[in-house]
């Protein structure tokens, strides 16, 4: 049985407004949105935060979900939303922020990542495209046609792009390999 | 290294943690606060339906106000060739339009690969059906048709706003893009029925033109709306 069989059940009872269903969506689907944000941004902080937005919005936007139609791709295109939405904002705050660097000019050293994982680390060679497709396929455990949903894309662009993340990975997991020998390692 | 391999690194790299209890209690809480029932959007099928007969009524409104010139000069092959061809381009983009604003839809091809397949379909249609190979007062005609088009345009981006207007876009550009494509295909519809003007360059440029700059005029408007959003949030 998948284990998302009856959420399609617990979001039409959630429109209607019962409250035990959506603690129950709240509960069972927040640990996986969690590592889903946690794979690119690799910060506690961060995926915390993204996972309390997400909810807000999709409690905002519940009634876009049609009855009967598959959960967990409306779910996960309303997270991917939240995540470019953040995505954005990041790269324009980083960019201010390299900016005020330029001017001050002080050398400081990195501050130490909170990372919450290594999948976050093994993932960053991919683009966010990529990523998402292979923490949707591979972690979360969706369908081609479930990514290709949660994605907006095809099914042919969703196996276009795991073909890509795996090839970039297999390089980069390799290269790791090579340099095991030599004291290097990735994970 | 192999496919399943690379799967067992994915699987044991993953964050061995789940999210704070407290961001779950406190989710939870807040959503429990503003818990009523909702309507859910109404199926595809009406939304899809309502955007054809948007765009239909735009198409007949317009050309009754200017004159059914243009379909009254065709003869009945033109006729079935170019509205069967609009027809279909119309349907496909609503549908498109429709899955780009309920989140989690199925997607056969991008609002971008439709605007350009559809265009040059009609484009096809168009040089089919039309041989007159002079092009005369092929600017100041031309703008004229551009105008009109892209102004019925607008009307039926509206209604069809108002209509999908409870959906939401996860990816905002893209459905601005579906929206001035359905909204154009309404323009073109006015000017098929319309323009009696059937040189093949004036109906290859100027008629076509307005799907793209319609669906850019979107995605444009779209775009900008978001960036102002932002830049005040």
């Given at each position: 049985?998948?284990?998302?069989?009856?959420?399609?059940?617990?979001?039409?009872?959630?429109?209607?407004?019962?409250?035990?269903?959506?603690?129950?969506?709240?509960?069972?689907?927040?640990?996986?949105?969690?590592?889903?944000?946690?794979?690119?941004?690799?910060?506690?902080?961060?995926?915390?935060?993204?996972?309390?937005?997400?909810?807000?919005?999709?409690?905002?936007?519940?009634?876009?979900?049609?009855?009967?139609?598959?959960?967990?791709?409306?779910?996960?295109?309303?997270?991917?939303?939240?995540?470019?939405?953040?995505?954005?904002?990041?790269?324009?705050?980083?960019?201010?922020?390299?900016?005020?660097?330029?001017?001050?000019?002080?050398?400081?050293?990195?501050?130490?990542?909170?990372?919450?994982?290594?999948?976050?680390?093994?993932?960053?060679?991919?683009?966010?495209?990529?990523?998402?497709?292979?923490?949707?396929?591979?972690?979360?455990?969706?369908?081609?046609?479930?990514?290709?949903?949660?994605?907006?894309?095809?099914?042919?662009?969703?196996?276009?792009?795991?073909?890509?993340?795996?090839?970039?990975?297999?390089?980069?997991?390799?290269?790791?390999?090579?340099?095991?020998?030599?004291?290097?390692?990735?994970? | 290294?192999k496919n399943n391999e690379i799967?067992?690194?994915?699987?044991?790299?993953?964050?061995?943690?789940?999210?704070?209890?407290?961001?779950?209690?406190?989710?939870?809480?807040?959503?429990?606060?503003?818990?009523?029932?909702?309507?859910?959007?109404?199926?595809?099928?009406?939304?899809?339906?309502?955007?054809?007969?948007?765009?239909?009524?735009?198409?007949?409104?317009?050309?009754?106000?200017?004159?059914?010139?243009?379909?009254?000069?065709?003869?009945?092959?033109?006729?079935?060739?170019?509205?069967?061809?609009?027809?279909?381009?119309?349907?496909?983009?609503?549908?498109?339009?429709?899955?780009?604003?309920?989140?989690?839809?199925?997607?056969?091809?991008?609002?971008?690969?439709?605007?350009?397949?559809?265009?040059?379909v009609l484009i096809g249609v168009?040089?089919?059906?039309?041989?007159?190979?002079?092009?005369?007062?092929?600017?100041?005609?031309?703008?004229?048709?551009?105008?009109?088009?892209?102004?019925?345009?607008v009307p039926a981006a509206l209604?069809?706003?108002?209509?999908?207007?409870?959906?939401?876009?996860?990816?905002?550009?893209?459905?601005?893009?579906?929206?001035?494509?359905?909204?154009?295909?309404?323009?073109?519809?006015?000017?098929?029925?319309?323009?009696?003007?059937?040189?093949?360059?004036?109906?290859?440029?100027?008629?076509?033109?307005?799907?793209?700059?319609?669906?850019?005029?979107?995605?444009?408007?779209?775009?900008?709306?978001?960036?102002?959003?932002?830049?005040?949030?």
């Amino acid at each position: 049985m998948h284990a998302d069989d009856n959420l399609e059940m617990l979001m039409a009872r959630y429109q209607e407004g019962d409250s035990a269903a959506a603690s129950a969506l709240i509960y069972r689907l927040s640990p996986q949105l969690y590592r889903f944000f946690a794979a690119h941004s690799g910060s506690r902080a961060d995926a915390d935060d993204l996972l309390q937005e997400t909810w807000l919005r999709i409690h905002k936007v519940r009634h876009t979900y049609r009855p009967g139609e598959p959960a967990l791709p409306w779910f996960y295109a309303i997270a991917r939303h939240i995540r470019v939405d953040h995505y954005r904002k990041s790269i324009r705050t980083s960019t201010g922020e390299r900016k005020l660097e330029a001017i001050s000019k002080t050398a400081t050293l990195p501050a130490k990542s909170d990372r919450a994982d290594d999948l976050a680390a093994l993932l960053a060679p991919l683009s966010p495209g990529e990523r998402d497709v292979l923490e949707m396929l591979k972690v979360a455990g969706m369908s081609l046609e479930e990514v290709a949903r949660a994605t907006s894309s095809t099914v042919g662009s969703v196996k276009q792009k795991a073909h890509r993340a795996y090839k970039k990975l297999r390089e980069t997991l390799s290269g790791v390999r090579l340099g095991d020998g030599q004291g290097g390692g990735l994970l | 290294m192999k496919n399943n391999e690379i799967d067992g690194v994915l699987k044991a790299a993953q964050a061995p943690h789940g999210p704070e209890p407290e961001t779950l209690k406190r989710v939870t809480e807040s959503i429990r606060d503003s818990l009523q029932p909702v309507r859910p959007l109404p199926p595809r099928w009406v939304l899809t339906g309502g955007l054809i007969l948007i765009c239909a009524a735009v198409a007949l409104a317009g050309a009754a106000r200017a004159g059914f010139f243009g379909i009254g000069r065709m003869n009945p092959w033109e006729r079935v060739l170019i509205f069967s061809a609009l027809g279909i381009f119309i349907v496909l983009a609503a549908k498109e339009y429709v899955n780009a604003m309920i989140p989690g839809s199925r997607r056969r091809v991008s609002a971008g690969a439709l605007l350009g397949i559809g265009t040059l379909v009609l484009i096809g249609v168009f040089a089919v059906s039309f041989r007159d190979y002079r092009t005369d007062h092929f600017i100041s005609a031309g703008i004229t048709c551009l105008l009109t088009g892209l102004l019925h345009a607008v009307p039926a981006a509206l209604l069809s706003w108002l209509l999908l207007r409870r959906g939401f876009a996860v990816n905002a550009v893209s459905a601005g893009l579906a929206a001035g494509t359905l909204a154009g295909l309404a323009g073109v519809g006015v000017l098929e029925l319309h323009c009696s003007n059937f040189q093949a360059a004036h109906v290859l440029l100027w008629h076509t033109a307005v799907v793209p700059l319609s669906a850019a005029g979107g995605a444009l408007f779209v775009w900008v709306l978001r960036l102002l959003q932002r830049s005040s949030s």
